[in-house]
């Protein structure tokens, strides 16, 4: 078949003629059936169900509160890391003093330090 671009003016008349006479013969095929054929209607876009604002609440502080919990989740675990363990002074100061001794030693070996 065709396409309707490559058609001539004559012969687009002639379809639309075509197309009318098909109309016509099945407009009384249906009076004769008692209108047993329908035409085919196009389907009425379907109305958008309605929420009420009180739906709309429950929703949104349900989900509020989802998320609430998952960052309350996220904080106590961000609260394990930023607990670090702290050296007393007496402790800093003999691992200070251990380190001196240990590059006076060095240095008295004759080693190179970087």
């Known amino acids: 078949m065709s396409s309707i671009i490559n058609l001539s003016a004559q012969q687009l008349r002639r379809a639309a003629a075509i197309k009318e006479q098909i109309q016509s013969l ?8 008692g209108s047993s054929i329908k035409p085919v209607a196009v389907a009425a876009p379907k109305e958008r169900r309605k929420m009420s ?13 989802r998320w609430a919990k ?38 008295a070996a004759g080693k190179k330090t970087l």
Request: glycine share 2%; aromatic share 4%.
């Open 26 to 33: 099945e407009n009384e095929l249906g009076r004769i059936l």
């Open 53 to 65: 604002a009180a739906a709309r609440a429950r929703i949104s502080d349900a989900a509020k509160a």
């Open 70 to 107: 998952v960052n309350r989740k996220k904080i106590v675990v961000k609260q394990a890391f930023k607990a670090k363990r702290k050296l007393s002074a007496a402790a800093r100061a003999k691992i200070s003093a251990a380190a001196k001794l240990r590059w006076a030693r060095a240095k």
